[in-house]
């Protein structure tokens, strides 16, 4: 079991960056694949990037690749994506989520959600 809470969001303008977090409890962090998605007003929740459970690999949506880094510290229980030259249509709800299958972009295969935290991006 986990329980996962994001922080981080706000309102920023375009090119500006944000570092979410996500802090995890229960003493299994360390096993879970960590993932972050975001979701738009009417639209489809989407992966975003995701790291394995020793941090060394991590796979990225195209549209974030080269601008968004996903990390995480296992022995802080926390996993991060800091977001690089932010764009509008970046803007959304977050997600942190846990799941047990390695390369998953499927939210169907994320077991474990936090709430999320709004990110808005200003032109």
């Known amino acids: 079991q986990v329980q996962l809470v994001e922080s981080g969001g706000g309102l920023v303008q375009t090119g500006d960056s944000l570092r979410l977090s996500c802090a995890a409890s229960?003493?299994?962090?360390?096993?879970?694949?960590m993932g972050w998605f975001r979701q738009a007003p009417g639209k489809d929740r989407e992966f975003v990037a995701a790291i394995i459970w020793s941090g060394a690999s991590t796979y990225y949506a195209d549209s974030v690749k080269g601008r968004f880094t996903i990390s995480r510290d296992n022995a802080k229980n926390t996993a991060y994506l800091q977001m690089n030259s932010l764009k509008p249509e970046d803007t959304a709800a977050y997600y942190c989520?846990?799941?047990?299958?390695?390369?998953?972009?499927?939210?169907?295969?994320?077991?474990?959600w936090g709430q999320g935290t709004q990110v808005t991006v200003s032109s």
């Open positions: 989520a846990a799941s047990n299958i390695f390369g998953s972009r499927a939210v169907g295969d994320y077991g474990y």
């Open positions: 229960g003493r299994t962090f360390s096993r879970f694949v």
